[in-house]
């Protein structure tokens, strides 16, 4: 990681993108795993009503991966 003034940036195979981007992608990989798992599992009751509900979950992991990777550095 670049240590700069604004937004961190993650360097992936020689090209630089902005933290944002990652931390975007981790809650999409993470709300694609939890609404998996509890379709598996019987839990549907944490992605049902799927229209304001996983919108929610994405934006819960999405600023949750970016405090715990980036904010603190």
Do not use: C, K
């Not at 961190?8 to 998996?36: D, H, N, R």
């Amino acid at each position: 990681m670049i240590n700069s003034t604004g937004d961190p940036l993650v360097e992936v195979a020689g090209a630089y993108f902005p933290a944002w981007l990652a931390a975007a992608l981790l809650g999409g990989a993470g709300v694609g795993l939890l609404w998996t798992l509890s379709h598996r599992f019987g839990g549907q009751v944490l992605v049902e009503p799927p229209g304001w509900l996983l919108p929610l979950w994405f934006v819960i992991l999405t600023g949750g991966s970016w405090l715990l990777l980036f904010a603190a550095r």
